[in-house]
């Protein structure tokens, strides 16, 4: 995915849920080759709009470890928890098109029917809806579609398939695809590398986007990592602690799994392999799976 014009921003999101994990280092690493290979930038920031699932400490240490595998993002880390007033702007947007409502229902309810929102709260009047309320977006008629660099062709149905979704949750927090595409478009991201599991996520983002003006960048969620014999890793394998391996070796390993082979003359060294993992990254020879290695593996399982 060779880009000229207009200049690639790419960025990496974690959540301070934790340390670093299998998973979400592969992501940093290959959004981190598709930004350099293309001669562009690469943000970070730290998606912590939500308290309770914050872990002591492991910004810093989030952090520490992209610093251990020489990546190095470009300008200073955003931290969503100071943006508020921001999403509060764009969150007004949405309200002033008429494009919202409150909603009060409780989650267990719309979980038990099946989990796609059915606009109850939609036909209420304002005195049914009771504070405290969250804040649900409209959802469009049309179907949403995208051409995703890894996954192909995506479509989806928001009403049939999710139903109007919270913007704004009841307990006062932004919703997570609120502030994402709000933080996207401040930070001029054109490009955007995460993991599978917000391909689902995206046509709703899609749908904000379209809604507040904002650009669509260009979508490449990664494959899902499994073993040579074709078995999704076990959670424990995915969640080991990256921080409690040899970084050269995780580093070895997440660029196997990415499909490049750096020589193993260069294996000792985390900056040689990864400047080489630049000058070799190809996202389009990405599959539908990426392969993890018998050998590499014994470390994580
Ligand atoms: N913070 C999200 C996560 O760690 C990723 C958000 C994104 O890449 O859009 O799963």
């Not at 930004?35 to 002591?56: E, Y």
């Not at 405290?132 to 479509?155: H, L, T, V, Y």
């Not at 997440?254 to 996202?283: E, F, K, N, R, T």
Request: glycine content about 6%; overall charge negative; aromatic content about 8%.
């Amino acid at each position: 995915m060779q880009t000229n014009s207009p200049r690639y921003v790419g960025r990496f999101a974690p959540s301070p849920s934790g340390p670093l994990h299998l998973g979400s280092m592969l992501t940093a690493v290959a959004s981190y080759l598709e930004a350099k290979s293309n001669r562009g930038l690469w943000h970070l920031r730290i998606d912590d709009l939500d308290p309770p699932r914050i872990v002591t400490g492991s910004c810093q240490q989030i952090l520490n470890t992209l610093e251990k595998f020489h990546l190095a993002w470009d300008g200073d880390v955003v931290y969503q928890s100071q943006r508020n007033s921001g999403y509060q702007d764009y969150l007004q947007h949405c309200i002033d098109q008429n494009l919202t409502y409150p909603c009060n229902c409780p989650r267990h309810k719309i979980m038990a029917a099946g989990g796609i929102y059915p606009g109850t709260c939609l036909t209420h009047s304002p005195s049914q809806n009771a504070p405290p309320c969250a804040i649900r977006i409209k959802s469009p008629d049309n179907a949403i579609k995208f051409e995703d660099e890894c996954q192909g062709m995506i479509e989806q149905h928001i009403p049939t398939e999710v139903g109007d979704f919270i913007i704004k949750r009841k307990d006062g927090l932004f919703a997570y695809h609120l502030a994402c595409v709000v933080d996207d478009h401040l930070q001029g991201i054109t490009h955007i590398v995460r993991g599978r599991d917000l391909l689902d996520s995206t046509p709703r983002q899609i749908y904000l986007q379209q809604i507040l003006n904002f650009s669509t960048p260009s979508y490449c969620h990664l494959p899902i990592v499994v073993n040579q014999e074709g078995f999704k890793l076990s959670k424990q394998a995915q969640a080991t602690n990256i921080d409690l391996l040899p970084t050269n070796e995780t580093l070895s390993f997440i660029l196997s799994a990415l499909g490049l082979a750096p020589p193993p003359s260069i294996q000792d060294s985390v900056p040689l392999m990864l400047q080489w993992g630049i000058d070799h990254w190809s996202s389009h020879e990405l599959t539908d799976k990426l392969t993890i290695t018998e050998s590499s593996l014994q470390h994580y399982v």
